[in-house]
């Protein structure tokens, strides 16, 4: 069997080993835009302030090899024959395949004001954005982050580490929106502004203000005030590559469009990872969530069932868990209750200084946001698309089953 895998990333790394272990002796071409061995996203604000060493980024030492991995690095897909069952390359190599896997991963969205050739404005994405960064990274220095989502806020916390003067500047009415109500994210608010770093909210960026050599000094507000910046970081999200994707009649909305073997509509053509459009758990609309954990659970999916197995994708989980500036966050499922469903506040901040919440549909959990103290999210994680009331989950000290009556 010959397979191509599109990207190097989790969900990549964990389809190649789904693979090997159902296929030893197959062939595995691996194709990806960036070169090196495979590396975790996540670590990228502490590799670049040097929390995280090099050798502490990657998967594995020598991955290529030790999974007999054939590459071709340096290179990306622009084109999927499906018919004939071969790629085009961006140098107009082509390359056959029996079965393909897509996990092209994302890219930062950029806003249009966003120059990323202007010296001193970056993203942060990828390992070579990191080390662009790290240059710049340095005590009495003045940064100020677009974006107050967890790959900003993380960010924030490296560099305010390292001596940096943070300012933070969000669009939304709270930080990591996509993670947190507006109790928890309140929380998170405090304990920033405590360590020191300045958060503007519902504030709308303008534009960069560039020095005389042309290198960004500073960030323009709507409001007209200028924040003064020797660096300056845009993390407003990403976006799925879906670039080769052109002209191919493959089912796709914001991401790819898979089945609950992942794959696509198009043959011997299955994805993974931040360019899936997936289906969620419990039941939802297919949607993109660009989390490690889906990525990792989703190549080893699809790996083994390239392979000839059968493996079944439950859904996408939206799980995060941090701990920024001494506040521990997990949340998991829907932060904030849909039509019918009921919000159970465990513990008030106002009250014990934490924060804990259960959604409910019915007695059936649906979601939890745990702030300050998150010692029984491993027991809540499993609860999620479960009765709570029910069997060994009904007696845990957590749940009251007067709740049941709401």
Not at 72 to 78: D, F, S
Not at 251 to 264: C, F, I, S
């Amino acid at each position: 069997m010959k397979y191509i895998i599109a990207g190097n990333g989790p969900a990549a790394v964990h389809g190649v080993k789904a693979i090997r272990r159902r296929d030893p002796e197959g062939e595995i071409l691996m194709i990806s835009p960036e070169e090196g061995q495979p590396y975790s996203r996540i670590t990228m604000p502490e590799y670049l302030t040097g929390e995280v060493s090099e050798e502490g980024i990657y998967f594995e030492e020598d991955f290529y090899e030790r999974w007999r991995v054939r590459t071709c690095l340096g290179r990306r897909i622009v084109k999927i024959h499906p018919e004939e069952r071969y790629v085009t390359l961006d140098d107009g190599d082509t390359i056959s395949y029996e079965e393909l896997l897509l996990a092209t991963g994302s890219h930062s969205s950029l806003p249009p004001w966003a120059d990323l050739e202007v010296p001193g404005v970056y993203g942060l994405w990828c390992k070579a954005d990191a080390e662009a960064i790290s240059s710049q990274v340095g005590p009495d220095k003045k940064a100020v982050i677009i974006g107050g989502g967890l790959v900003g806020m993380q960010a924030a916390r490296a560099l305010s580490a390292q001596g940096m003067s943070v300012t933070i500047v969000e669009l939304a009415d709270r930080l990591m929106v996509t993670q947190l109500d507006h109790t928890a994210a309140d929380m998170l608010k405090q304990a920033t502004e405590k360590a020191g770093i300045q958060v503007f909210l519902s504030t709308m960026v303008e534009g960069i203000e560039k020095d005389a050599q042309g290198r960004a000094c500073g960030v323009r507000l709507e409001n007209g005030k200028c924040l003064s910046a020797d660096l300056v970081l845009v993390c407003v999200g990403v976006r799925p590559n879906l670039e080769m994707l052109d002209g191919l009649p493959i089912e796709h909305a914001r991401g790819v469009l898979v089945d609950e073997g992942m794959r696509t509509s198009l043959p011997h053509v299955y994805a993974a990872g931040d360019v899936t459009q997936a289906p969620v758990y419990p039941a939802g609309e297919p949607a993109v969530r660009a989390i490690w954990l889906n990525a990792v659970e989703q190549g080893e999916i699809a790996g083994e069932n390239m392979a000839g197995g059968c493996r079944r994708y439950e859904g996408s989980r939206a799980m995060n868990s941090i701990q920024l500036f001494g506040l521990s966050l997990i949340s998991a499922g829907r932060t904030v209750a849909g039509a019918g469903q009921d919000e159970v506040i465990l513990k008030d901040p106002e009250t014990t200084g934490v924060y804990q919440k259960l959604v409910l549909d019915g007695v059936t959990l649906v979601g939890m946001l745990l702030a300050g103290d998150v010692q029984q999210a491993g027991l809540l994680y499993q609860k999620i698309g479960k009765p709570v009331n029910q069997g060994f989950w009904g007696r845990l000290p957590s749940w009251d089953p007067q709740w049941t009556m709401v």
